[in-house]
């Protein structure tokens, strides 16, 4: 299995690579290095994956097909793992064209260059829990109706996903779409809260939290993500009425308040965190609950790192990253 990863500077893209290395696959990483946040932190990733047997890595935009293409040629890649995004709810609103020309004209660019590949037998794309929108009730399932999207990054992921489709349908790709729900971990995103949060309670500085009262997060642990990556990679969907095209959520399946991740901080940093409360933002949803039934079904997913674990990771991690101490 070649792997093409797009993204691999990124979050979850590392940490994918790291799994996917280890396994023994060789893996082709794509990244822009942009600045949406510090790009000495996405530096910092690839330094951990170029030393790695089996990566080899291009610097390059996906929204300029010629240069993905270029590099993608006469790799014998079998397997694209698309991954790379413009991330973030909030700074949709500012910068809504990122959020078109990184999530639909890239997508586009993958699936165009997937098509005139020969040999690529699976294509697998990072969706997220923002496509169902901001909702009461129960668990979220991959069969209910995804129309009415809360912010523009959240009409973008939706968006992949019926190019994803339409794809599978004209041209008989094989795809998986992968709806991940508030993944945190080490070497994490510097704008998710856990991230700021933990940095504001160690540094003593108040935070500020945005309608706690009703917030709840599926939060779910990095290293329970990569867990199947593997598997979800090397099973592409058979074909039905079509196309051969599934989607998955990704989650812990356990909602957990924003006070409970105040808690899980506090108890992992060692201090007491200050706070500020403020009125729920725009874009943002009350809550994410993931039903994971046709994951474990398929892959045998079973997230198992608690709230509290996850977190004390992430802090140990941070401390070191930023050289903070424990004081």
């Known amino acids: ?46 330094i951990g994956l170029q030393d790695i047997d089996g990566f080899r890595f291009h610097q390059l935009e996906l929204t300029d097909h010629t240069a993905l293409n270029a590099a993608a040629a006469g790799k014998g890649i079998t397997h694209i793992f698309h991954l790379a995004a413009q991330a973030g709810v909030r700074y949709s609103l500012e910068a809504p064209r990122s959020y078109i020309a990184s999530n639909i ?92 949060f933990i940095d504001k309670v160690l540094r003593g500085e108040p935070m500020t939290l945005y309608a706690p009262d009703e917030m709840q997060r599926d939060f779910t642990y990095i290293d329970d993500i990569t867990s199947v990556f593997e598997q979800v990679l090397s099973c592409p969907p058979a074909p039905q009425n079509g196309r051969a095209h599934e989607i998955y959520n990704l989650g812990n399946s356990s909602p957990m308040r924003l006070y409970d991740l105040v808690g899980a901080i506090e108890q992992a940093c060692g201090k007491a965190a200050k706070v500020n409360i403020a009125p729920k933002q725009p874009g943002d949803v009350s809550r994410t609950f993931a039903n994971i039934d046709k994951a474990q079904r398929d892959f045998g997913f079973n997230p198992r790192t608690p709230l509290a674990q996850g977190i004390k990771n992430c802090a140990a991690w941070y401390r070191d990253y930023a050289d903070l101490s424990t004081s």
């Open 1 to 46: 299995m070649i792997i093409l990863l797009t993204g691999c500077a990124g979050f979850i893209g590392y940490h994918a690579a790291r799994t996917l290395l280890a396994a023994g696959y060789q893996v082709i990483g794509i990244d822009n290095l942009n600045d949406y946040y510090d790009p000495a932190l996405k530096r910092a990733r690839l």
């Open 105 to 196: 004209t890239a997508h586009l660019n993958i699936l165009e260059l997937a098509r005139h590949m020969d040999g690529i037998k699976h294509v697998v794309y990072a969706s997220s829990s923002s496509v169902y929108g901001d909702r009461d009730g129960g668990d979220f399932r991959e069969s209910d109706e995804v129309r009415a999207p809360a912010s523009l990054y959240a009409a973008t992921k939706i968006s992949g996903e019926m190019l994803a489709e339409s794809y599978a349908r004209l041209y008989g790709i094989a795809q998986t779409g992968l709806r991940f729900f508030t993944v945190y971990g080490p070497l994490g995103r510097p704008d998710m809260a856990y991230y700021i």
